[in-house]
């Protein structure tokens, strides 16, 4: 079965300073899909960034970008100019490519992140 | 386009009551899931469904039920509500077609505390 660890429950960064979320995964498969969504005190939960495993090139939206370590099926997520509505709960997730696991995703626990003045 | 919607928001229950979370999409997508979520635990998979008439159970699906009779509604019910069942519940779907490359569609959550 796969999983998904983060090992940091709780983080903080400075406004406009750089912080990277970690993210390790284990999985048998070679093609698959991660995902980090953020979730604001709102409780909604929002897509930030994807990224494919077969695509070498690390994914960027904007101020997120990813780090992506396929042989060391790590996955990081760092944010860049941080800003006060960046403070939420961010989750790391799996996803395997083929439809016969239903496409389920796999959660990991969790980072909070803390943006200060 | 209302996307993902659950009701209700908000529920406090008896231990011992029952009662159904209600969600509903209008995206036409095959696949759907609940989940709940646990401070300190991520989110685990109750059930999911991949298609009207078909479910089957996640990581955690002891004392809840789900059915599917139509592609719009994927109902959670919950029999014999026990504290341990206080949580977070989100509903979720997804299209099947190339449906691994893109995240789920979530609803906004219910909060639901067991007294």
């Known amino acids: 079965a796969q999983t998904v660890t983060q090992s940091q429950p709780e983080m903080s960064v400075q406004e406009a300073e750089t912080v990277t979320l970690s993210c390790t995964y284990d999985t048998s498969e070679s093609d698959y899909y991660l995902f980090w969504y953020k979730q604001p005190p709102s409780r909604q939960m929002i897509l930030v960034i994807r990224q494919e495993a077969y695509k070498q090139q690390n994914a960027t939206e904007n101020r997120f970008s990813v780090n992506f370590q396929k042989a060391a099926k790590s996955f990081s997520l760092k944010i860049s100019d941080s800003q006060l509505g960046d403070a939420a709960m961010y989750f790391c997730?799996?996803?395997?490519?083929?439809?016969?696991?239903?496409?389920?995703?796999?959660f990991g626990t969790g980072t909070r992140l803390q943006v200060t003045l | 386009n209302a996307g993902v919607t659950q009701t209700p928001k908000f529920r406090i229950l008896k231990i011992g009551q029952s009662m159904t979370l209600q969600c509903t999409q209008d995206?036409?997508?095959?696949?759907m899931y609940w989940y709940r979520q646990d401070p300190g635990m991520g989110l685990k998979l109750i059930y999911y469904?991949?298609?009207?008439?078909?479910?089957d159970k996640g990581e955690v699906p002891n004392g809840y039920n789900v059915s599917r009779s139509t592609t719009e509604d994927f109902p959670l019910r919950l029999e014999l509500a026990a504290p341990s069942q206080t949580s977070v519940y989100f509903c979720?779907?997804?299209?099947?077609?190339?449906?691994?490359?893109?995240?789920?569609?979530f609803g906004s959550g219910t909060r639901l505390t067991v007294v």
């Open positions: 995206m036409n997508h095959n696949y």
């Open positions: 979720a779907s997804s299209e099947r077609v190339l449906a691994s490359r893109y995240g789920y569609t």
């Open positions: 997730a799996y996803r395997a490519s083929y439809t016969g696991t239903a496409s389920k995703l796999t």
């Open positions: 469904s991949v298609g009207a008439g078909i479910t």
